[in-house]
Every structure is written in C-alpha cells, then in structure tokens.
C-alpha cells in the first residue's frame, strides 16, 4: 500500500505528442467552441494553436503505453482509486506540434480520515521539444483503504 516512502518516487516518464487531428477530437468531445481553438487563423496557422488547459491530462494518459501502471507501481487497487483535483499551472504555451516530455512524481502521501482514505499527490513537470518548462500538472488521487466496492 502507498505510504510516506512512496514521496520522492519517480513515474515512467511520458512523451506526448500534441497532433491537430486528436486536438480536433478532443474539442468535438467537449464541444468547445472557443475560437482560439477553432478560429480562421487556427486553420492557416496550425502549428500557432494553442491547446485547452486540461489537455495536458489526455495527452499524458493518452500517450503513455500504460496509463495505469503507476498504481501498480504504488500497489494501489484501480477499485480503490477516486480521482481527488488536478490542477495546471502554465508558463508558456503548448501549441500543435510540440512535443512533450511529462515527468511526474509523488510528492505527498497523507492518511485520512481516521485511516480510511489515502490521499496521493502526483505532480509532473512539462517541457516541450526545446526544454523549455511549460507546465505543472497536479493531480491527487483518493485511496479507499479496506474492502474494495
């Protein structure tokens, strides 16, 4: 079980690859209608178009050969699992093709609830193509400890 030792692990690292034609699905899935996404200039200027916010997300669970793996790793039930908060935090734009390199970590564990939760918090670290660091995600997860539903 997922414990304090488990702060500092390291994840399998992911490269995500942000394609227009995805991006597209992505969009038609949310409906979004936002013109920066969807605008004049988006289809004359492809590689200028920015991605939604909580793309960051998809792609990472998207292009990672085994999205789950992770609680594996941690020895965590899928069952147990409850998808807590993510967050992003940006300090540039990611753009149709860039591509991604997404590095994430456990950064805190915490017992809840009188032992009967677990909270996980996982950050990554996004650097595009150059290397240039543009993005944290934050994501925490919620651990049901005991009988699995």
Partial sequence: MVDQSDVG???APVTAYVEPRRLRYFLDALNEQNRAYRG???AQDAMAVPV????LFCLQMLDNESPYEFLADLQIEPARVLHGEQSFSYHAPV???DTLAIVSTVTD??????GSLTRVVIESNIRNQDGLHVADMFCT????NG???
Avoid at 52 to 55: E, K, N, Q, S, W
Wanted: no cysteine; charged share 15%.
């Fill in 52 to 55: 939604p916010p909580t793309y």
């Fill in 9 to 11: 692990r390291s994840l």
């Fill in 40 to 42: 004049e200039h988006a």
């Fill in 95 to 97: 753009v149709v093709g």
């Fill in 109 to 114: 564990v915490a017992v809840k609830a009188a």
């Fill in 141 to 144: 997860i919620i651990v049901r």
């Fill in 147 to 149: 009988v699995a539903l």
